[in-house]
């Protein structure tokens, strides 16, 4: 029974410590690195080239931890677990494209943008241009995305709302004709007709714009203003303007 006990409080022990609560500032900075999660099924912002992580935000988020004056060690995971493993401190900061929204923003903080861009709706059919088009046609978009929540939610008529756990998916749909429309984001569309030419996609209207952040644990604000600050010196001394140049031949900074 005894023995039972100390057992038990040695591994409550082990749970406090490693426990529910985020690394702090402080104990990111004693270990020395950084850990960032991010999907890295979502080109040009983060993706996989062979093995190589490599995107607009793997780029940025090497520059963030570099004036930081931390490493950085990557972890990639489904898009739809990002935002709930900063709760378990599975990883201390997430970079994927995520949207700020005000639900978002009662689970987690978020940085600055480090972006701003629109929803689009892609069809193969050049009649299919915005929401009023969406009526009585089925529409797919990537699980979690707000996306996804904004056809369920804000357009009128749509027939059949699908969802897939990536963005990959989502396209495959509509190449495939299950879907006679997407939704997704404007830079990483453009990127898919560029690498795709002989697909017959149409980049159809803006549905909404949003402004799209980096995220931490709920009370982890010092380690926001971290990044903050090093985000506001990249804008400032136009290693930002250098990335987003590298990956979009123009700046996507939020105006
Ligand atoms: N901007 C959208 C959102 O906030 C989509 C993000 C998707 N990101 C990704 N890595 N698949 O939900």
């Known amino acids: 029974m005894k023995r039972i006990s100390v057992i038990a409080a040695a591994a409550l022990a082990v749970l406090a410590a490693t426990g529910a609560h985020a690394r702090s500032l402080d104990a990111i900075q004693k270990d020395g690195t950084l850990r960032v999660a991010t999907e890295g099924y979502y080109a040009p912002f983060a993706y996989f080239e062979g093995k190589k992580l490599t995107g607009f935000e793997v780029d940025l988020t ?13 972890k990639t995971i489904s898009f739809d677990a990002l935002l709930t493993g900063l709760k378990q401190d599975r990883w201390d900061l997430v970079i994927s494209s995520h949207g700020i929204t005000p639900e978002r923003e009662k689970a987690v903080t978020f940085t600055l943008p480090h ?29 979690g995305t707000t996306y996804l929540d904004y056809v369920q939610k804000n357009v009128a008529g749509v027939k059949r709302v699908v969802n897939f756990p990536t963005n990959e998916a989502a ?31 149409h980049q159809g209207e803006l549905l909404f714009v949003e402004k799209i952040a980096a995220a931490v644990a709920k009370d982890n604000k010092p380690l926001a203003d971290a990044w903050n600050k090093a985000f506001a010196e990249s804008l400032k001394d136009g290693s930002y303007a250098k990335i987003s140049q590298k990956w979009f031949q123009e700046d996507i900074r939020c105006p």
């Open 62 to 74: 090497e520059l963030m931890t570099q004036k930081m004056g931390l490493k950085l060690e990557w």
């Open 115 to 143: 972006y701003c861009s629109g929803a689009q709706v892609i069809s193969t059919d050049a009649a299919i241009q915005g929401a009023k088009d969406l009526s009585g046609k089925t529409v797919s978009a990537q699980t």
């Open 171 to 201: 396209m495959n749909a509509l190449m495939t004709k299950r879907a006679d429309a997407w939704v997704t984001e404007r830079f990483l569309a453009k990127e898919m007709l560029q690498k795709n030419p002989k697909i017959k996609f």
